[in-house]
Nanobody, 121 residues
Framework: QVQLVESGGGLVQPGGSLRLSCAAS????????MGWYRQAPGKQRELVATITSGGITNYVDSVKGRFTVSRDNAKKMVYLQMNSLKPEDTAVYYCNADITVKWTYRQYDYWGQGTQVTVSS
């Protein structure tokens, strides 16, 4: 079994910063791509940022220059540093990871439970 657990969400004023963390645990052989998605009320879930095991990153245009995704492979963690936050960044943020599990070496897509980020004055 594999789990992804996010932390770091909360309420922040416009222009402020937050750092999200996501820890992977369980029967993990290797972690491939990791990333963050978000879902605002009444909207579809959208990709925010991804990072490969080699550190190659990708961002949705709306967060480029403001958000930074990073990972610590030894700790099996992925982070999202969010700066210059805007009200339109308000959403539930989900951690995602493509993981090869032990024993069967099959690859699966895993999701965290989500953490709320609210940007409001």
């Amino acid at each position: 079994q594999v789990q992804l657990v996010e932390s770091g969400g909360g309420l922040v004023q416009p222009g402020g910063s937050l750092r999200l963390s996501c820890a992977a645990s369980g029967s993990i052989f290797s972690i491939n791509a990791m990333g963050w998605y978000r879902q605002a009320p009444g909207k579809q879930r959208e990709l925010v940022a991804t990072i490969t095991s080699g550190g190659i990153t990708n961002y949705v245009d709306s967060v480029k220059g403001r958000f930074t995704v990073s990972r610590d492979n030894a700790k099996k963690m992925v982070y999202l540093q969010m700066n210059s936050l805007k009200p339109e960044d308000t959403a539930v943020y989900y951690c995602n990871a493509d993981i090869t599990v032990k024993w069967t070496y099959r690859q699966y897509d895993y999701w965290g439970q989500g953490t709320q980020v609210t940007v409001s004055s």
